[in-house]
């Protein structure tokens, strides 16, 4: 991929450690990138926390109660999952969390500090990070096998943005989604 992505494309997330930049990704999960466009734009993630941020796994928020049971006033969605021969979670990557039931993603988000294969095909993926993966990283770690944060850092703001360059996955610290069909598939 190269070039520039389109702004409607483009979700800019402000974080206390710097901006992240993220693409996101319509034709894999059309439902979830409208859900985070709608609530990004309403403000809905502003100040909202990082509740659940495991170290060498993910950072987890979306979620205004900070418990990771709260969500929007919008109903829940029906999974999009992608098969792993066209979309797997690496670093990076953006995917929406749920309970148990597939059909449960409604706000909250995760991002990926590392691949995580167990992960292909079971959870909806809508976004990668293309810049500000060092932003990202310095995400502050919870505490405990469910990573919960004490005083955990906070999304500043998280909007649809201007379109920013694109770099290539393998320049990139964020290696993100591979979104091409595999030519073994």
């Not at 919008?74 to 995917?95: I, M, V, W, Y």
Request: aromatic fraction near 6%.
């Amino acid at each position: 991929m190269s070039g520039t992505i389109a702004p409607e494309n483009t979700l800019l997330l402000d974080l206390p450690s710097g901006l992240v930049t993220i693409e996101l990704l319509p034709e894999l999960a059309p439902q979830h990138v409208d859900r985070i466009k709608a609530l990004a734009e309403a403000g809905f993630y502003d100040n909202t926390p990082f509740h659940r941020v495991i170290e060498g796994f993910m950072a987890q928020g979306g979620d205004p109660t900070g418990t990771g049971t709260g969500g929007s006033e919008h109903p829940d969605l029906p999974a999009e999952f992608s098969p792993p021969a066209k979309a797997k979670f690496l670093r990076g990557t953006c995917g929406m969390a749920r309970t148990n039931n597939p059909n449960s993603a409604n706000s909250q988000f995760f991002i990926m500090f590392a691949p995580a294969p167990s992960l292909d095909g079971q959870y909806t993926i809508w976004g990668r990070v293309v810049d500000g993966m060092d932003a990202v990283d310095k995400i502050k770690r919870g505490q405990g096998p469910n990573g919960l944060a004490r005083e955990p850092d906070r999304i500043k703001s998280m909007r649809v943005g201007t379109a920013a360059p694109a770099t290539s996955p393998a320049a990139s610290p964020a290696e993100g989604v591979d979104s091409t069909p595999a030519a073994d598939a």
